[in-house]
Structure formats: structure tokens, C-alpha cells
């Protein structure tokens, strides 16, 4: 008995595959997500891919701040940027990233913290 499955080509690039590379819509599922993360960092930061990918290769695919490089991650780097500003900073590691914003992005409280922490190093 022979099965068929059923194809579909992707309205962007053409693509031709099972439903299964499919959401509903025209578009294949790469497609859609490169979509929509162009439009996220349009909206939320005001850069595009490319712009992002150029950061990337600046910082070696690594933190900013504690150099852990993209392929040890399970998210990739986030955009950091000046919350008032919004200019973009550079790129974090989830843990770089949330850790400054806990800390109110206050170079401040930063700095506190990081004596705080070498008064119990010796």
C-alpha cells in the first residue's frame, strides 16, 4: 500500500514540504518565525536582523558581560538596550540581562553590589 502525502509551497521562499512545515497560511514554519522576529526587533528595539547579526559577530556570539558564548545558551542573546533612550546596548545571556535590569539597570547599585560581593572574597 502506498502512501501519499500531502505538499505545500511556501508563499515567501518556495519552499515545498509536508503540512507538517506548515502553520495555517501560505508560509512555510522558518519563514514565519524569521517574520516575526524581524518584526520584534523592529517594534521593540528599532533594529533590524541584520543589525543584530552584526552585533552577534562583534561580540563572537558571546555575553557582553560574562562572555558565555550562543551555543552554551538555551535562548539566544538578548537585545539589551537603554530602556529610556532605547538605544541598544548590545546582546546578554538571559541570566546578564535580567540580572542588570533586577538591579534597575543603576550603575549605581551595580557598582554596590559588585563591592558587596569582593568584601566576602579574599
Known sequence: MTTTQETKECSSCSFQGPL?????????????YEAARRRKLRLR????????????QQQYGCCAICGIHQSK????????HN???????????FDCNTGIGKLQDNYDIIIKAAEYLRSFTG
Request: some cysteine.
Open 83 to 93: 530602556h529610556d533612550t532605547k538605544e541598544v546596548r548590545g546582546l546578554l545571556c
Open 45 to 56: 528595539y528599532g533594529i533590524t536582523p541584520e543589525e543584530y547579526d552584526s552585533l552577534y
Open 73 to 80: 545558551l538555551h535562548t539566544t542573546l538578548a537585545v539589551d
Open 20 to 32: 507538517t512545515a506548515f502553520y495555517k497560511g501560505n508560509q512555510c514554519r522558518t519563514c514565519l
